[in-house]
């Protein structure tokens, strides 16, 4: 039975997980047909080696997702059967696992598609022996994917995620994930609000609480919803605000005072990003191939000693970082 759209955990670990394996088999197996035919189609196409590019992203996607799926039932044989998989060793494994799975894709992915990444702001010893509460706009699965890589691999970090629930539809995200400290969540208010807090509790000095206050990926017809929704509510000042800026949608305050209530000892990072804003699907990738492009990130880091500790402070305080976000992408994207 569907729950939400997704089905039950067992039908995700005896069916969708052995698929994604024997889908990697498969097309390692047929390999050469498809190089062939890749290459065939290449001259035909606009941009250099277009198909062949995208068939090796491909690959490496699909191998990665069964190594990890293999690596992650391995890790439940030895924690006994999954007995001790939440004990603070084998997280760390995971997070290992995790760190090493995002590294060679950053690395395949930057090499094949020619993007250049260019991150600014405090250097990683800043955030040293400091729990963090991440707020991260929110732009697409490229920029979500340079996040946690960011955050494993070059802050050292193991984060806390607030997720939709539709991505566990991908089998080894699915396993991962919930055996790490994260909440897959769907809708909204005060019960989602409640787990939100849950998660930012009780965070130790390497720990990374990351939500996205938009609440989803831009698109204008999601920014101009928003608006009409605060005005619904009557909230007109929020809306006008809102309505100022171009490239973010309008946040939603309820998560991210429930994260600072959770956690008043945390420093605050608020994360832009730009260039892989556009991309949202693989058909997205294949019209912009090769991207040969850059990407930029910008990181914020806020003393927790400076964050405001009333609700509405908080949230004029957000709707200000938000609007010096989407100045931030505004001159971003008039420099590229």
Request: hydrophobic fraction near 50%; charge should be neutral; include cysteine.
């Amino acid at each position: 039975m569907l729950r939400g759209g997704l089905p039950p955990r067992w039908f995700r670990r005896i069916v969708l997980a052995p698929a994604a394996i024997a889908l990697t088999v498969a097309m390692l197996v047929t390999l050469p047909v498809w190089l062939l035919g890749a290459a065939a189609v290449s001259p035909l196409l606009p941009g250099r080696l277009r198909a062949l590019r995208v068939l090796w992203v491909v690959v490496v996607a699909l191998v990665l997702e069964s190594v990890v799926l293999v690596a992650l039932f391995g890790l439940w044989l030895f924690a006994g059967f999954g007995l001790a998989v939440r004990t603070p060793s084998f997280q760390y494994l995971h997070y290992q696992l995790v760190g090493w799975y995002l590294r060679v894709l950053y690395r395949e992915a930057v090499r094949v598609l020619r993007l250049r990444v260019e991150v600014e702001g405090p250097h990683p010893d800043e955030y040293l022996d400091r729990p963090l509460l991440v707020f991260c706009r929110h732009a697409g699965p490229g920029d979500s994917f340079l996040l946690m890589h960011g955050l494993v691999n070059w802050y050292a970090r193991e984060p806390r995620i607030v997720l939709a629930a539709a991505l566990q539809w991908d089998p080894a995200l699915d396993v991962v994930l919930n055996r790490l400290p994260n909440r897959f969540l769907s809708g909204g208010g005060d019960e989602t609000e409640h787990r939100i807090g849950e998660l930012a509790t009780a965070l130790d000095h390497n720990d990374a609480f990351v939500i996205f206050p938009e609440g989803g990926n831009f698109t204008e017809r999601r920014r101009l919803a928003g608006i009409e929704r605060l005005r619904t509510r009557g909230l007109e000042e929020m809306a006008r605000r809102s309505e100022q800026m171009r490239h973010v949608l309008p946040p939603r305050p309820g998560g991210v005072a429930a994260a600072l209530a959770a956690a008043p000892e945390a420093d605050v990072v608020w994360v832009a990003h730009a260039g892989l804003d556009h991309l949202f699907t693989v058909a997205d990738i294949w019209r912009e191939l090769p991207l040969d492009g850059s990407v930029r990130m910008r990181w914020w880091r806020v003393p927790a000693g400076e964050v405001p500790a009333d609700r509405d402070a908080q949230v004029d305080w957000l709707y200000q970082w938000w609007e010096r976000i989407d100045d931030w992408v505004d001159s971003t994207r008039e420099l590229r």
